[in-house]
């Protein structure tokens, strides 16, 4: 299958190609490719342009800090796998991005290019909106910054404006001591998933969950936050009283489509069975 | 039979390997021709209509996009003949080269554009205006059946044949049995999908008045037969050439719409034409398979003895009856008892016509399908029996004395299709594989939970009829250098074809396996030929080319004794050189090429098939949260009769099993409500990969070579397929036995297998 | 539009509409047809290449996106005599039959073995996952390509 005619520039600068993407209603940006580039075989994505980002300085840089850390979006899945000071900065970022498709993939794949493509069972927006991640975009207008969770609106779709290009993933400061886990279910290896859960919570001193944030992919419109399961999560020690009843309000508020894949009643039992192993394997020691 | 064998038993590493090892392969995609034209197919968008304006201007005003062919531009649209079971009344199904009026599935061929690229190709594709009526489609075979909506008024009927296999009197059976039990179940529609999609370059000589045809496969004599008569030409004047084929499986090589189209419009515009398919159309335009399901019933003794087996089939056959659409029906009826010894048989199997991609043969048509219902059967007779699972199979097996073993009659057909078990010790396939898999020792983990996954075992056995006539042909020649040139009817689709008839020359001939160089399938080559299908290349086309070697060795044993004098009772021949006995003067194959010695002979075999034989069997673990299922351990042992080549015959048992892994737990065309195919890329269409089955085993006997050809050697391509998917439902039943779960259909995708171990533990 | 890029060690410069991806110009334009198409929307495989050292889809790729780079396909991984060591272990454990998957699989083990020589079983199935094939089930492509590691260990690359 092969995409219909297009124009291709791949300007040097940022604000070239803003303009670029402004210049044309049908203009599209592309980085990696790994997503843009199925839809655009299969002529479900026609654009007129693509604006590569490929020469534009400055867009490929991990920066782990006190602050927090910061993804440029021409990041590769494969230069999170590689970032050594990531395995204590933000480990559930480098688990979640082990699970992406395959090899080839993340070679090629970007931060920029899955924020932007919004496939609901993707990893990566799913730990963004789990994390409260901020976005950064620049377009025509300039440079705005939004969270996560108001970022996706729903499958395939964000509130980046057609001339807006990604610029920065900030995740927030990730603690030494957190407890944490990243558990994706698919029929097999690097196929999207069926149900994924990325949680996360700090522990007081008296050992009660604080801070908890679990999000599900793959079993909502977009990524999610499992919020009436933190309210019951907060303040209490995790033990197998809390994990059923954590469980049993996951799959009651879990409101799951029903597709071609899975039916909605097996992927609320999915979503069950990932917050009950998700909370188990959180309370287990990490060796860092 | 052979004496000394230097090859033939040995591992031989294959010769085929050096060129694709070095990305030297020559598969029809990397084919070109001077001038030449990319052609696109505009297919159907939807799966029932009329066509009531088709309009090419804009396409044609593409600069690139040469010409739109219809079937206004064909004038009489030819009907692709029936190769297999062309039997009376299915001429009213046939599936003509190109839609003129009406279309009856969403895929099917329109129109053909053709332009300087694929890609321009494939914009003109996009900017013909078509028209189409909508007609109410027939979305599944139960409303087929009703025969509301006609796919075929004038036929007035959907159901394109009925077949019913009998033995005994099955009715006085299952009155008199004191245990008997009826299910239903089912098989999905998936596809054999080759890695390399389809393809056809064809060149038109318009003052020879010749056509050649580029991207043959599996049946080229057949299918150069069918073109000629299509395009009005002689036999002569039209030749087929096999390149090198990315896997057929039984769907690459049929005769399809486009292997007449590209050719039609090479000659149409006097230029030479590539069509390359691409995934998404495959899914679309390559022959489906399997999709059945019945209503069957098993009668036994309280012992387990199986007494008889009835019941209904009803295969949903696609829009048009294929080229060989009718031989999953047949063997669906005929073989559905396998291996087992059942005296009362009543099986019919009907085959109706929907909106849906026509369907087709895929490795170990119907058996694959017969394999699951009956195991399932015969494990929940064995289950409320109290019967172990491999002792109900040992009592039932067809036994060595009991050889040959017929099978039930088929009508239609009759007496001429009659076929039977030819020999072997089905028991013993089944003890060799109960022991090396560990049987006893692993009965006791079945349903129990372990870890938080409940394991399950299953066993299975099975026939596999191969080596289907009538024949195949050979032409030997000695080469200036002393080489041997193997010219064979056989088609090679990737299983090994050269080398296992190389090493079959070189043993006969006593030569160095270099010095044998095999060509094949391409119609040049050979007067007439039959092709790779029902695993007949080394039953047949070896046979062929065992015969003309040993006729080679008598011409040149004539040649040496005139030139060495005596006679030829004095000539020896060893290691490729001719020795007169008496004096010891030889003479080397290369210093008698100047005689010009070749020998052409044809292989027949009365249509009796070979019959292998084994036993598989599997450990799964069910993680009842996901439903997920882990294959622990899987071993299929089967006896081939005799093994030419060890390495390649594995590589066919764990290539099989891994499809049939894929059609028991993950693989589905899926089509809506409308017939539009949801599965439409290979994102959707789920095929095995590296990390999903790794632990599979294989053992090849044998004990028990065919006595039906001068090798021995029985088809052995398609037998570890056929139980692969009864096994993982009866293991999966194993694991979940304590939920009462029924896997009675494919396939057995997680959320199937989640929604038979979330029902609540049965009380009883 | 043009494209200049190292193509198994060689400069080559093509002329190229946008949209045609990096796969059909190595078939197409450069003659390189041992990169195969399976399904050209980024799911089998079959036209892994190697691109500045990391293996990648290459119908996943624009030519024009290949500008500046050094691209490696599966006959820049042969000579003309010997078969490589991967070549070998291949042939050997019968890792092929129809061999239209195999340019994909050897460039994608090539890759792994160049910077993982000591991957181990796992390691490699997963790898692997990322490309299809219909004909072998796999095992024997595992098999080979754990036993090619040894060759990757030497301090003499292949």
């Given at each position: 299958?092969?995409?219909?005619?297009?124009?291709?520039?791949?300007?040097?600068?940022?604000?070239?190609?803003?303009?670029?993407?402004?210049?044309?209603?049908?203009?599209?940006?592309?980085?990696?490719?790994?997503?843009?580039?199925?839809?655009?075989?299969?002529?479900?994505?026609?654009?007129?342009?693509?604006?590569?980002?490929?020469?534009?300085?400055?867009?490929?840089?991990?920066?782990?800090?006190?602050?927090?850390?910061?993804?440029?979006?021409?990041?590769?899945?494969?230069?999170?796998?590689?970032?050594?000071?990531?395995?204590?900065?933000?480990?559930?970022?480098?688990?979640?991005?082990?699970?992406?498709?395959?090899?080839?993939?993340?070679?090629?794949?970007?931060?920029?290019?899955?924020?932007?493509?919004?496939?609901?069972?993707?990893?990566?927006?799913?730990?963004a909106v789990t994390c409260e991640a901020e976005i950064t975009l620049v377009g025509v207008a300039g440079s705005r910054t939004i969270r996560a969770g108001e970022f996706f609106t729903g499958p395939l779709t964000?509130?980046?404006?057609?001339?807006?290009?990604?610029?920065?993933?900030?995740?927030?400061?990730?603690?030494?001591?957190?407890?944490?886990?990243?558990?994706?279910?698919?029929?097999?290896?690097?196929?999207?998933?069926?149900?994924?859960?990325?949680?996360?919570?700090?522990?007081d001193q008296d050992g009660r969950v604080r801070n908890a944030h679990i999000g599900v992919i793959g079993a909502c419109d977009r990524p999610r936050r499992l919020t009436e399961v933190e309210t019951v999560l907060n303040g209490r020690p995790v033990d197998e009283v809390l994990i059923r009843e954590a469980v049993e309000i996951a799959?009651?508020?879990?409101?799951?489509?029903?597709?071609?894949?899975?039916?909605?009643?097996?992927?609320?039992?999915?979503?069950?069975?990932?917050?009950?192993?998700?909370?188990?394997?959180?309370?287990?020691?990490?060796?860092? | 039979?052979?004496?000394?064998?230097?090859?033939?038993?040995?591992?031989?590493?294959?010769?085929?390997?050096?060129?694709?090892?070095?990305?030297?392969?020559?598969?029809?995609?990397?084919?070109?021709?001077?001038?030449?034209?990319?052609?696109?197919?505009?297919?159907?968008?939807?799966?029932?209509?009329?066509?009531?304006?088709?309009?090419?201007?804009?396409?044609?005003?593409?600069?690139?996009?040469?010409?739109?062919?219809?079937?206004?531009?064909?004038?009489?649209?030819?009907?692709?003949?029936?190769?297999?079971?062309?039997?009376?009344?299915?001429?009213?199904?046939?599936?003509?080269?190109?839609?003129?009026?009406?279309?009856?599935?969403?895929?099917?061929?329109?129109?053909?554009?053709?332009?300087?690229?694929?890609?321009?190709?494939?914009?003109?594709?996009?900017?013909?205006?078509?028209?189409?009526?909508?007609?109410?489609?027939?979305?599944?075979?139960?409303?087929?059946?009703?025969?509301?909506?006609?796919?075929?008024?004038?036929?007035?009927?959907?159901?394109?044949?009925?077949?019913?296999?009998?033995?005994?009197?099955?009715?006085?059976?299952?009155?008199?049995?004191?245990?008997?039990?009826?299910?239903?179940?089912?098989?999905?529609?998936?596809?054999?999908?080759?890695?390399?999609?389809?393809?056809?370059?064809?060149?038109?000589?318009?003052?020879?008045?010749?056509?050649?045809?580029?991207?043959?496969?599996?049946?080229?004599?057949?299918?150069?037969?069918?073109?000629?008569?299509?395009?009005?030409?002689?036999?002569?004047?039209?030749?087929?050439?096999?390149?090198?084929?990315?896997?057929?499986?039984?769907?690459?090589?049929?005769?399809?719409?486009?292997?007449?189209?590209?050719?039609?419009?090479?000659?149409?515009?006097?230029?030479?034409?590539?069509?390359?398919?691409?995934?998404?159309?495959?899914?679309?335009?390559?022959?489906?398979?399997?999709?059945?399901?019945?209503?069957?019933?098993?009668?036994?003794?309280?012992?387990?003895?199986?007494?008889?087996?009835?019941?209904?089939?009803?295969?949903?056959?696609?829009?048009?009856?294929?080229?060989?659409?009718?031989?999953?029906?047949?063997?669906?009826?005929?073989?559905?008892?396998?291996?087992?010894?059942?005296?009362?048989?009543?099986?019919?199997?009907?085959?109706?016509?929907?909106?849906?991609?026509?369907?087709?043969?895929?490795?170990?048509?119907?058996?694959?399908?017969?394999?699951?219902?009956?195991?399932?059967?015969?494990?929940?007779?064995?289950?409320?029996?109290?019967?172990?699972?491999?002792?109900?199979?040992?009592?039932?097996?067809?036994?060595?004395?009991?050889?040959?073993?017929?099978?039930?009659?088929?009508?239609?057909?009759?007496?001429?299709?009659?076929?039977?078990?030819?020999?072997?010790?089905?028991?013993?396939?089944?003890?060799?594989?109960?022991?090396?898999?560990?049987?006893?020792?692993?009965?006791?983990?079945?349903?129990?939970?372990?870890?938080?996954?409940?394991?399950?075992?299953?066993?299975?056995?099975?026939?596999?009829?191969?080596?289907?006539?009538?024949?195949?042909?050979?032409?030997?020649?000695?080469?200036?250098?002393?080489?041997?040139?193997?010219?064979?009817?056989?088609?090679?689709?990737?299983?090994?074809?050269?080398?296992?008839?190389?090493?079959?020359?070189?043993?006969?001939?006593?030569?160095?396996?270099?010095?044998?160089?095999?060509?094949?399938?391409?119609?040049?080559?050979?007067?007439?030929?039959?092709?790779?299908?029902?695993?007949?290349?080394?039953?047949?086309?070896?046979?062929?080319?065992?015969?003309?070697?040993?006729?080679?060795?008598?011409?040149?044993?004539?040649?040496?004794?005139?030139?060495?004098?005596?006679?030829?009772?004095?000539?020896?021949?060893?290691?490729?050189?001719?020795?007169?006995?008496?004096?010891?003067?030889?003479?080397?194959?290369?210093?008698?090429?100047?005689?010009?010695?070749?020998?052409?002979?044809?292989?027949?075999?009365?249509?009796?098939?070979?019959?292998?034989?084994?036993?598989?069997?599997?450990?799964?673990?069910?993680?009842?949260?996901?439903?997920?299922?882990?294959?622990?351990?899987?071993?299929?042992?089967?006896?081939?009769?005799?093994?030419?080549?060890?390495?390649?015959?594995?590589?066919?048992?764990?290539?099989?099993?891994?499809?049939?892994?894929?059609?028991?737990?993950?693989?589905?065309?899926?089509?809506?409500?409308?017939?539009?195919?949801?599965?439409?890329?290979?994102?959707?269409?789920?095929?095995?990969?590296?990390?999903?089955?790794?632990?599979?085993?294989?053992?090849?006997?044998?004990?028990?070579?065919?006595?039906?050809?001068?090798?021995?050697?029985?088809?052995?391509?398609?037998?570890?397929?056929?139980?692969?998917?009864?096994?993982?439902?009866?293991?999966?039943?194993?694991?979940?036995?304590?939920?009462?779960?029924?896997?009675?259909?494919?396939?057995?995708?997680?959320?199937?297998?989640?929604?038979?171990?979330?029902?609540?533990?049965?009380?009883? | 539009?043009?494209?200049?890029?190292?193509?198994?060690?060689?400069?080559?410069?093509?002329?190229?509409?946008?949209?045609?991806?990096?796969?059909?110009?190595?078939?197409?334009?450069?003659?390189?047809?041992?990169?195969?198409?399976?399904?050209?929307?980024?799911?089998?495989?079959?036209?892994?290449?190697?691109?500045?050292?990391?293996?990648?889809?290459?119908?996943?790729?624009?030519?024009?996106?290949?500008?500046?780079?050094?691209?490696?396909?599966?006959?820049?991984?042969?000579?003309?005599?010997?078969?490589?060591?991967?070549?070998?272990?291949?042939?050997?454990?019968?890792?092929?039959?129809?061999?239209?998957?195999?340019?994909?699989?050897?460039?994608?083990?090539?890759?792994?073995?160049?910077?993982?020589?000591?991957?181990?079983?796992?390691?490699?199935?997963?790898?692997?996952?990322?490309?299809?094939?219909?004909?072998?089930?796999?095992?024997?492509?595992?098999?080979?390509?754990?036993?090619?590691?040894?060759?990757?260990?030497?301090?003499?690359?292949?």
């Amino acid at each position: 299958m092969k995409p219909v005619p297009f124009e291709y520039h791949a300007p040097a600068t940022l604000r070239e190609a803003v303009e670029l993407l402004a210049s044309d209603p049908d203009a599209m940006v592309i980085a990696g490719g790994q997503s843009l580039i199925p839809l655009l075989a299969l002529r479900l994505a026609t654009p007129s342009l693509l604006v590569d980002l490929r020469r534009v300085p400055g867009l490929h840089a991990i920066a782990v800090g006190d602050g927090g850390v910061r993804l440029g979006p021409r990041v590769r899945w494969r230069d999170i796998e590689d970032h050594g000071p990531l395995e204590i900065a933000h480990p559930l970022l480098q688990e979640a991005i082990a699970h992406v498709a395959h090899y080839q993939i993340r070679n090629r794949g970007t931060v920029g290019g899955s924020l932007a493509h919004a496939d609901p069972a993707a990893e990566l927006p799913g730990v963004a909106v789990t994390c409260e991640a901020e976005i950064t975009l620049v377009g025509v207008a300039g440079s705005r910054t939004i969270r996560a969770g108001e970022f996706f609106t729903g499958p395939l779709t964000t509130v980046r404006q057609r001339d807006e290009i990604i610029t920065e993933l900030y995740l927030p400061f990730w603690p030494r001591d957190r407890h944490w886990a990243f558990l994706k279910f698919a029929q097999r290896q690097g196929d999207f998933a069926l149900a994924g859960i990325a949680l996360f919570y700090d522990e007081d001193q008296d050992g009660r969950v604080r801070n908890a944030h679990i999000g599900v992919i793959g079993a909502c419109d977009r990524p999610r936050r499992l919020t009436e399961v933190e309210t019951v999560l907060n303040g209490r020690p995790v033990d197998e009283v809390l994990i059923r009843e954590a469980v049993e309000i996951a799959a009651r508020t879990v409101d799951p489509p029903e597709d071609l894949h899975a039916p909605a009643a097996y992927r609320r039992a999915l979503v069950a069975t990932l917050v009950q192993r998700g909370l188990r394997r959180a309370t287990q020691p990490r060796s860092v | 039979m052979i004496g000394i064998n230097r090859y033939i038993g040995s591992p031989v590493e294959r010769v085929e390997d050096f060129r694709f090892l070095r990305g030297r392969g020559e598969f029809v995609g990397d084919l070109r021709r001077e001038g030449m034209l990319h052609a696109a197919i505009l297919r159907s968008p939807v799966a029932h209509g009329r066509i009531r304006n088709l309009d090419g201007t804009a396409a044609r005003a593409i600069p690139g996009v040469r010409t739109v062919i219809a079937a206004a531009e064909i004038g009489a649209v030819p009907r692709i003949p029936l190769r297999l079971l062309p039997l009376p009344g299915t001429e009213r199904f046939l599936q003509p080269v190109i839609a003129a009026d009406r279309v009856r599935y969403v895929g099917e061929p329109i129109a053909v554009v053709l332009a300087d690229s694929a890609a321009l190709a494939e914009d003109g594709v996009g900017s013909i205006a078509l028209d189409i009526e909508e007609l109410a489609p027939v979305a599944d075979r139960r409303a087929s059946g009703k025969n509301e909506i006609l796919l075929f008024e004038e036929a007035g009927t959907n159901r394109a044949m009925t077949f019913t296999a009998v033995s005994g009197d099955a009715d006085t059976a299952f009155r008199e049995a004191e245990y008997a039990r009826r299910e239903r179940f089912s098989v999905q529609r998936h596809t054999a999908l080759p890695m390399e999609p389809r393809g056809v370059l064809a060149e038109w000589d318009a003052v020879q008045g010749r056509m050649t045809v580029l991207g043959a496969a599996k049946v080229p004599f057949f299918n150069r037969d069918t073109l000629a008569a299509m395009l009005g030409l002689a036999l002569t004047d039209v030749d087929l050439i096999e390149n090198d084929v990315g896997g057929g499986f039984g769907a690459r090589g049929e005769f399809y719409p486009e292997d007449f189209l590209i050719p039609f419009a090479a000659r149409h515009v006097r230029r030479p034409v590539r069509w390359i398919e691409d995934r998404r159309e495959h899914l679309t335009a390559m022959n489906h398979a399997r999709e059945a399901d019945c209503e069957v019933e098993i009668a036994c003794r309280r012992d387990g003895t199986i007494l008889g087996l009835r019941g209904e089939i009803f295969i949903d056959l696609g829009a048009y009856v294929r080229t060989n659409g009718l031989i999953q029906p047949r063997t669906l009826a005929q073989f559905f008892s396998g291996p087992y010894r059942v005296p009362n048989v009543d099986i019919t199997s009907t085959a109706l016509l929907t909106n849906k991609t026509p369907s087709g043969t895929y490795r170990a048509p119907g058996r694959y399908e017969a394999s699951f219902f009956c195991e399932r059967l015969i494990e929940l007779a064995a289950r409320d029996l109290g019967i172990d699972s491999a002792e109900m199979r040992r009592r039932n097996l067809i036994g060595a004395a009991e050889m040959p073993y017929k099978l039930p009659r088929l009508e239609p057909g009759g007496p001429a299709v009659d076929t039977e078990c030819d020999s072997g010790d089905y028991g013993e396939a089944l003890e060799r594989c109960l022991a090396e898999f560990g049987w006893e020792e692993k009965r006791a983990l079945q349903g129990r939970l372990i870890e938080g996954r409940y394991h399950g075992l299953a066993v299975a056995c099975f026939i596999e009829g191969g080596g289907a006539g009538p024949k195949e042909t050979a032409r030997l020649e000695l080469e200036a250098d002393g080489s041997v040139t193997v010219y064979v009817g056989s088609a090679a689709v990737g299983q090994g074809l050269e080398t296992v008839m190389s090493q079959i020359a070189a043993d006969t001939l006593d030569i160095q396996l270099d010095q044998v160089r095999v060509l094949h399938g391409s119609t040049p080559y050979l007067n007439e030929g039959y092709g790779a299908f029902a695993s007949r290349s080394t039953v047949l086309g070896g046979s062929a080319v065992f015969e003309a070697a040993k006729l080679l060795l008598e011409q040149i044993r004539a040649a040496a004794a005139v030139r060495l004098g005596g006679s030829t009772e004095e000539i020896e021949l060893v290691d490729g050189r001719a020795r007169s006995i008496s004096d010891g003067r030889s003479l080397s194959f290369a210093e008698l090429a100047s005689e010009r010695l070749s020998v052409d002979t044809a292989f027949a075999n009365n249509n009796k098939l070979t019959y292998t034989y084994g036993s598989a069997a599997a450990h799964v673990a069910v993680d009842p949260g996901t439903g997920h299922v882990e294959l622990l351990d899987f071993l299929v042992v089967e006896d081939v009769g005799r093994i030419v080549n060890p390495l390649t015959l594995h590589g066919q048992a764990i290539g099989g099993v891994v499809q049939g892994l894929g059609g028991a737990f993950m693989e589905n065309l899926v089509y809506d409500a409308e017939g539009q195919l949801l599965t439409g890329t290979l994102a959707d269409y789920l095929i095995p990969t590296a990390t999903d089955f790794p632990t599979i085993r294989a053992i090849a006997l044998e004990n028990h070579p065919s006595p039906s050809n001068p090798l021995g050697v029985k088809g052995a391509g398609e037998g570890p397929i056929i139980p692969v998917g009864g096994l993982m439902a009866n293991a999966v039943a194993s694991a979940l036995a304590s939920f009462g779960a029924m896997p009675n259909r494919l396939p057995l995708s997680p959320a199937c297998v989640w929604l038979m171990g979330s029902v609540n533990e049965s009380s009883d | 539009m043009r494209a200049r890029f190292q193509l198994n060690g060689q400069p080559v410069a093509v002329d190229v509409e946008p949209r045609m991806h990096l796969a059909d110009c190595l078939r197409d334009e450069l003659g390189q047809t041992g990169t195969h198409l399976g399904c050209e929307h980024g799911v089998c495989g079959a036209c892994t290449v190697i691109v500045d050292g990391a293996a990648v889809r290459s119908c996943l790729i624009l030519a024009v996106q290949a500008e500046g780079s050094s691209v490696v396909t599966v006959e820049g991984l042969s000579t003309d005599d010997a078969l490589t060591p991967l070549q070998t272990a291949f042939r050997k454990h019968h890792a092929l039959q129809c061999g239209f998957c195999t340019p994909g699989m050897l460039t994608t083990a090539h890759a792994l073995l160049t910077e993982e020589p000591d991957a181990d079983t796992a390691r490699v199935r997963s790898v692997l996952s990322g490309n299809l094939c219909r004909c072998t089930g796999y095992i024997p492509i595992v098999e080979a390509v754990l036993e090619a590691r040894a060759a990757y260990r030497k301090t003499d690359k292949p």
